[in-house]
């Protein structure tokens, strides 16, 4: 089994002591295999732990129960930054800092020699079309930009595995779809490994190699749904009928788990009457 | 803009040009006695004859010495109170109102104790100033670390960054903008706190020369020591602003 990267076993988080009023179980015996070079999507309702599941993959959460291993290393609630990189919202390029800075601030924590940050920031500037932006500031960047810039110093870091929370969830859904496409075509091109979260169905079907379909809280994996089609994808393949089938099968699995999250956020006499 | 900030300007400079000419009609005109408002003229010539001193640059050492040490106590004990609260969210709960609190009771109240405890001398006058501006740095650098969002942070220590380089990237230059102002306010205070401190009571300073000049009825003197601490407060308040906007745009 050389060829997977992450390795998720029984995993299981819950906020709060166990018995305590306030305690939350976040994710219940979670287990999933991801191989190398693979893309593959945590989707699911709102708050049934996807989130959480990929910071416990980074490392940022200790899982209360279960372990995760990493290229054969155990993550233990401690960031491995040589291996991999997290891309979040847009929201979370330091604003303080040029966007060349932002570069060079995310290599200087990785560790890596200053001589080698300028010429590693401008190709993955370059590589999503944003070189000319090099001494903006992120606000003064639209926010398709700005994530643009973002997805970038992702990658700029050079690690075999990629995290993204929900990177697209603040932009409109036409400057998402042409981020989607370029994500693809710069995947495409580096064989990293990716585990994406996102609540868009037409997101997951177009980007992943395999969809993890998840119930509402406790989280757990309902099903793992195959998207057989290569990697760099045109925005024809959403024009396809596999593409609506499969985005209809991940649909109709998700409803009834949509539904229970809405159902438990109701008042109970309104939910029973 | 470049509009906006001239007619901002002219209104601004009217407004001094109106003063000083009420000054002038009412003291020339003979309208207000010339023991409570000498003439512009006098006040000129008084300033003249004040800063050929000796007197006035040894009263002015006096003054800015004890404004330097009780912002730098003020300022070294306010960040770090701050700053060490925000690490903790009980102590944040506890003392922070307490902090608020004893911000709203006039501090001048506490003078003649610190006079007690310090003396007459400029010691008072330190204590007085650094307490008084203590708390708006003290209370900005609280505001400036808990407003510090937490995913800025995630994505510092998801890039591997240690506890102080999450400090010296994320946390201080999310907070300086606020940081910044509460040195400004805290400042300002200190200032007014130690002139008005030297004024009701001490043996030196700028303060100490304003209330004598009044009680030897010496008025062009007074007005001449009052123009030179408005004088100052613009100059300071010019070089702290730009000091600030060049932080800020960094």
Redesign the interface.
């Known amino acids: 089994m050389n060829d997977i990267a992450i390795s998720i076993r029984n995993v299981t988080q819950r906020f709060g002591g166990e018995g305590q009023a306030d305690s939350v179980l976040a994710l219940d015996d979670v287990s999933l295999d991801i191989r190398k070079g693979e893309f593959v999507c945590l989707l699911g309702p709102s708050g049934c732990g996807k989130s959480t599941l990929l910071n416990i993959v980074g490392g940022l959460f200790k899982p209360t129960t279960g372990t995760c291993t990493v290229e054969g290393r155990a993550v233990n609630g401690e960031p491995h930054p040589d291996k991999i990189a997290f891309v979040f919202q847009e929201s979370t390029l330091f604003p303080w800092y040029t966007v060349i800075e932002n570069f060079h601030i995310a290599l200087k924590f990785q560790g890596i020699a200053r001589t080698e940050w300028d010429d590693r920031a401008m190709a993955a500037l370059r590589a999503v079309g944003m070189a000319s932006f090099a001494r903006h500031y992120p606000e003064q960047l639209s926010v398709g930009m700005r994530q643009r810039v973002n997805m970038a110093r992702g990658i700029c870091v050079g690690t075999d595995i990629l995290l993204m929370d929900e990177p697209f969830a603040a932009l409109d859904e036409q400057t998402r779809m042409v981020l989607g496409e370029d994500l693809s075509q710069l995947l495409a091109a580096t064989k990293k490994t990716i585990v994406f979260v996102t609540h868009s169905l037409a997101e997951a079907v177009f980007l992943s190699d395999r969809i993890a379909v998840m119930t509402a809280r406790p989280g757990k994996i309902k099903t793992i749904i195959d998207v057989n089609e290569p990697h760099p994808r045109s925005p024809d393949f959403m024009l396809e009928s596999r593409f609506s089938e499969l985005r209809n099968e991940c649909y109709a699995l998700l409803r009834d788990e949509i539904r229970a999250t809405v159902a438990a956020q109701r008042d109970p006499q309104v939910a029973g009457s | 803009m470049e509009g906006s900030s001239f007619a901002a300007r002219s209104v601004q400079l009217s407004f001094v040009a109106i003063v000083a000419g009420a000054w002038y009609l009412a003291s020339e005109t003979g309208s207000v006695s010339r023991l409570f408002l000498p003439p512009p003229r006098e006040v000129i010539a008084a300033i003249e004859r004040l800063v050929a001193t000796q007197a006035f640059w040894s009263a002015v050492t006096v003054t800015l010495t004890t404004i330097t040490k009780a912002f730098v106590i003020a300022l070294v004990a306010g960040v770090l109170t701050g700053y060490v609260l925000t690490r903790s969210k009980l102590a944040m709960r506890v003392i922070e109102p307490v902090l608020s609190g004893l911000f709203t009771i006039p501090i001048t109240l506490f003078l003649p104790m610190f006079i007690l405890f310090f003396g007459i001398g400029a010691g008072s006058k330190v204590a007085y100033g650094a307490t008084y501006a203590f708390f708006p740095i003290a209370l900005n650098t609280i505001a400036a670390f808990s407003k510090a969002e937490e995913?800025?942070l995630?994505?510092?220590?998801?890039?591997?960054?240690g506890a102080w380089?999450c400090f010296r990237?994320?946390l201080l230059?999310?907070a300086?903008p606020v940081l910044i102002t509460g040195m400004r306010i805290g400042f300002f205070i200190c200032f007014a706190s130690v002139l008005g401190g030297e004024t009701i009571s001490s043996v030196a300073g700028v303060g100490r020369n304003i209330a004598l000049a009044a009680e030897l009825m010496e008025p062009a003197r007074m007005y001449a020591w009052i123009m030179f601490v408005i004088l100052t407060s613009v100059t300071l308040n010019m070089v702290v602003y730009s000091v600030e906007n060049r932080i800020r745009s960094?």
Do not use: N, Q, T
Request: net charge positive; hydrophobic share 35%; glycine share 12%.
């Open positions: 995913r800025y995630r994505a510092a220590r998801s890039m591997g960054a380089d990237h994320v230059p999310g300086m960094r």
